[in-house]
């Protein structure tokens, strides 16, 4: 997959994040595009239900679980004491699509959007990250330079994303 068909959603715990992306999800797949998400997590998680199959599987010592239903197929993958991939090599294990949503990953080189809740009192990402091309907040911030939406312009936003990585609907 190319970077430049990548683009990230950035910003800090309880932002809005997860609820921006999945109304992108929506509007670019009801737009005809094939959408791919890659979602970080700062902390442990975890797919299976307690006493399921594959959990026996998986806490028994396997290294991957494979689930198939006539629905849906996933890989678990336990990383058993190695280092956690890179972002390129979790982006390699996707299929072809025409755009990859990054939520979380604020660090990686991609362009992205940063989202700013209204109780945040953290410092900005924009004013560090030259990745960053614009701004979602619910009200306006003076003093920068990027372009700015509120965070539910989901059309908008969507719009933005296509530009930025020059994919035509």
């Not at 678990?76 to 990953?105: A, I, N």
């Not at 960053?132 to 969507?158: F, G, M, S, W």
């Amino acid at each position: 997959m190319n970077l430049d068909k990548c683009f990230g959603i950035a910003g800090w715990k309880n932002s809005g994040k997860t609820s921006l992306v999945a109304g992108l999800v929506t509007e670019l797949t009801n737009r005809g595009l094939k959408i791919s998400t890659i979602k970080h997590a700062h902390h442990a998680f975890d797919l299976d239900t307690l006493n399921t199959d594959s959990y026996k599987h998986r806490e028994a010592g396997a290294n991957e679980v494979i689930l198939v239903s006539s629905n849906r197929w996933a890989i678990q993958h336990e990383l058993r004491d190695t280092e956690e991939p890179d972002f390129e090599t979790m982006l390699s294990k996707l299929s072809p699509c025409d755009l990859v949503l990054v939520e979380g990953y604020k660090r990686e080189n991609i362009a992205k959007l940063e989202i700013i809740g209204p109780d945040s009192d953290r410092d900005t990402l924009w004013q560090q990250d030259t990745n960053i091309k614009a701004i979602a907040c619910d009200t306006k911030i003076e003093t920068c330079p990027l372009p700015h939406y509120h965070r539910n312009d989901i059309n908008q936003i969507a719009d933005f994303i296509m530009q930025t990585c020059r994919i035509k609907s």
